[in-house]
């Protein structure tokens, strides 16, 4: 298994950095794992608020296809013309 590791440099207030670090030494974790779990949860949250695609109901009221209607010759009527 490949683990791939990314160090980068963020900026944060000091008031928060030290509240983080005091959390993750009372959690006995390293400062990292705070961050980590952080995003995590941000992350997670923002995947929820996500609203999935719904498509309308565009169905309406009646009995189906229509029994007097010669299907057959109304596809030919539709496509005529084409891939000749």
């Known amino acids: 298994m490949v683990l791939w590791v990314v160090k980068t440099t ?41 609203v999935a695609f719904k498509l309308r109901d565009g169905s309406f009221s009646g009995k189906g296809l229509r029994g007097d209607v010669d299907w057959p010759a109304l596809r030919e009527a539709i496509y005529a013309g084409r891939g000749e």
């Open 10 to 50: 963020i900026e944060i207030s000091d008031a928060l950095f030290s509240e983080a670090k005091d959390c993750a030494q009372a959690r006995r974790v390293p400062l990292r794992q705070i961050v980590e779990d952080g995003l995590r949860i941000v992350i997670q949250q923002d995947r929820k608020a996500q």
